[in-house]
C-alpha cells in the first residue's frame, strides 16, 4: 500500500510565506511525477504545480514567480513553497504522485488526504 502525507499547512497574513511537503511511503519501486492541486471552497481542484522525477516543473499561471516545487527523491518527498501568499490562495492543498509499487508492472496514482491553506489578516 502506497501512502501520502501532507504537512506544513496553516494560517497566514498576506504577504507571508509557507512550505508544505508530502512524503510517500510504503512499497514503492518508483515514483515519477509529483504535484500539488488545491480546491477552494465552492470551486473545482485545480493544479498548481508539478514536477518529473528529472525536477522538470510546471505551474499555474496564477502562482508563477511566488511558489516553487521541489523534490527530495531519496526521501520520496515533494515541497511546495510558497511566497507572497494571497488571500485568493486560501485553499485545500492536496498532492498527488504517479507511483509504480513494488511487485506491479504499472503506475497508479496517489492522493494525500489535503492540507488547509488560510491567508487572511
Do not use: H
Amino acid at each position: 500500500q502506497v501512502q501520502l502525507v501532507e504537512s506544513g499547512g496553516g494560517l497566514v497574513q498576506p504577504g507571508g510565506s509557507l512550505r508544505l511537503s508530502c512524503a510517500a511511503s510504503g512499497d514503492i519501486f518508483s515514483i515519477y511525477n509529483m504535484g500539488w492541486y488545491r480546491q477552494a471552497p465552492g470551486k473545482q481542484r485545480e493544479l498548481v504545480a508539478t514536477i518529473t522525477s528529472g525536477s522538470s516543473t510546471n505551474y499555474a499561471d496564477s502562482v508563477k514567480g511566488r511558489f516553487t516545487i521541489s523534490r527530495d527523491n531519496a526521501k520520496n518527498t515533494v515541497y511546495l513553497q510558497m511566497n507572497s501568499l494571497k488571500p485568493e490562495d486560501t485553499a485545500v492543498y492536496y498532492c498527488n504522485a504517479n507511483v509504480r509499487p513494488r511487485f506491479t508492472a504499472r503506475a497508479n496514482i496517489y492522493w494525500g488526504q489535503g492540507t488547509q491553506v488560510t491567508v487572511s489578516s
